[in-house]
């Protein structure tokens, strides 16, 4: 086979990006390691792919591929620009199908074209400059606060605390902490009892968070203190019990439904840059 006719098959190319990515292989371009939870999206884009391929292979079309495009003549190079469009596209058309909104599709491009610059960079595969033309789609995605009365009474009612299950209990002290310091979820269920820091009298949180490197540095009120107190009675060496997202949403719906927050409210999303208002009851 000839150089110009060299294909490589896409779907072993994004394992092999994830695995490096995994194992500390391939780095941050602050030479910093990739984190757990990237490499975890990076397995979403690879499922994505491997459905888009079989549903392609099924309709007749070949699998995915990458075609080394160094020494393709200007015909060629055509038809190469011409396959990728149509990817392009038929991927979008993919993910949107899944009901995805516009920020997750175009996280998942972001992360496809991460994978491109690695082949060309890494494994050395003259991939071509097509993947830059893959346009990442972003909404902005209006931010639902919890109003201030309602946090307090999440602190200060002894009745509530009293009625709850053990499960919600720990879910709300979750929250309330979790609004006190303003923290990803990522970084909020990794805190660890070394990251309370005295300075004086006053108790600090000191973290270091997971996605951007950022270290924060808050001063934790009594309620907080007392909070950690509850929590960390335990050998683990993190405060909080480790919970996925998915229920702890679940749990915080339920807390709010025990309380009476139950009034619908609007919420925005889009898809293809469309907007559209969808009512849901309250997930403070």
Partial sequence: MSHSNKFYPLLPIVKHFITKSRTGKRLQPNGKRISAGTVVNYTYLY??????????VKAGHEALRIRAV????????????????????????????LNCYD?????????????????????????????????????????????????????????????????????????????TVALRFSDLIAIRKTDIQMNGERHYLVVRAQKTGTVTRVPLPKYALDIIARQSKNGRQTIFAPINLV??????????????????????????????????????
């Fill in 47 to 56: 499922k994505h792919l491997e459905g888009f391929e079989q549903l392609q």
């Fill in 70 to 97: 160094s020494r393709l003549n200007a015909k060629e190079l055509i038809v190469e620009k011409n396959y990728w469009k149509r990817f392009y596209s038929s991927f979008l058309d993919y993910l949107y199908s």
């Fill in 103 to 179: 920020n997750y599709v175009g996280s998942q491009i972001k992360r496809l074209r991460c994978v491109f610059r690695y082949a060309e960079l890494e494994l050395m595969i003259s991939v071509g400059s097509f993947y830059k033309l893959f346009h990442v789609p972003k909404e902005e995605v209006p931010i639902i606060t919890l109003h201030p009365e309602r946090l307090s009474f999440l602190i200060e009612n002894k009745k509530l605390s009293q009625g709850l299950s053990e499960a919600l209990r720990i879910v709300n002290d979750i929250f309330v902490f979790g609004c």
């Fill in 247 to 284: 229920l702890f949403n679940a749990r915080i719906r339920q807390l709010c439904e025990q309380v009476g927050w139950t009034e619908e409210i609007g919420k925005e999303r889009s898809k293809r840059g469309e907007q559209k208002t969808f009512l849901h009851p309250i997930r403070n």
